[in-house]
């Protein structure tokens, strides 16, 4: 093999040696899923990938789903945890991480990016040694390559075309599901033969549909016909070919015979296929099909809406949460800080059962001394009563509880009174 024929080897082994190669793929899977070529006759990439309803569809659903979920900072205190609205990184996760972007869409993007590339990265924001920004890095638009030193070097392409280089300890990168502790993989690389096929049915089934739910048709003549023939045949066969033309009348001349080539779309069992991607695509999301509309089959996940979301949060949206949350603690706090504050997501809202269940929740955890009145209204989002709406009470006459021994020693005094005014004792 002459050197220039070896050359495009060593740059793709080098891609892969940078990107990561997939676990059990060959060179040849791996770089045709990385660099958006055919798999099962289909281009899979980034885009195509998200032209398949179920890939869109399980990203959008776990992306939207987080970002709208409250992420704040708290702080440790001696009475308990407190948000720490005084942080600066505070103002930074939950409302708005840079000047042009708003918390919700900046955790949509980096959620996404994680599903599907495997890694989110940001740009740190710095003011001397403090985090005071975070700016979403576009994976398109970020190449990571060695730098002279052989150590790595990130080079973003800017919207308007111009490039920069960003330093190594200005990046951070949240790893999704990772096989070496550092790098998360890909399942746009993992994926590309499912995601292909899946592709490829969509593909068919659509050319199917175009031409009237048939094969391919032939049209078989005794003789061979002249070039005016020809012309004319297939004019006439137009018009009534299609499935905006089923139904119409057709006039076979000539001794002309019909025939069909292929399979048809019930021995190639083209519905139960799509729905078989659908059901092997919501596998590699972790996600349920019925919560991207695919009802063919009932869930194992309960029969409440609040057991259903339960499953949800604990298997699909609780990793990606924890993975979230640490990543912050370890690359964005200091470590005095991180003594002192944690970031957190706060998950009640996806747990919030009919009002019925409410009720009989607050009811019951009020009953029990275990939440105050105040802190029921702060759920439901309410302002804060003050006074006894903030003392902890328990069903028993609904008294405070550091007043309960209070109230019996003077019930029991209320009770001797009582039996000495029946029958005093006589004076001597």
Known sequence: MSARAAKPGRIRAALLGWLGKPFGLTDADAWAALSGATVGGVQVNAQTMLTISAVWACARLISETISTLPLSMYERASGGKRIATQHPLHFVIHDQPNADTTAAVHWEAMVAAMLLRGNARCEKLMVGSRVVGLQFLDPCRLWIGRGADGKKEYRYTERDGKQRIIPRDRIWNVPGFTLDGIEGVSVLAYGARVFGSALAAETASTKTFEKGLQPTTYFKFPKVLRTDQRAEAREAIEKISGAVNAGKPAILEADMDVGTIGINPDDAQMLESRGFSVEEICRWFRVPPFMVGHSEKSTSWGTGIEQQMIGFLTFTL???????????????????????????FAVEGLLRADSAGRSAFYSAMVNNGILTRDEVRELEDREPMGGNAAVLTVQTAMAPLDSLGQANDAAAARAALRSWLADPEPAE
Do not use: M, N, V
């Open 318 to 344: 609780g990793p990606w949460l924890r993975r979230i949350e640490q990543a912050i603690s370890k690359d964005l706090l200091t470590p005095a800080d991180r003594l002192r504050f944690y970031p957190k």
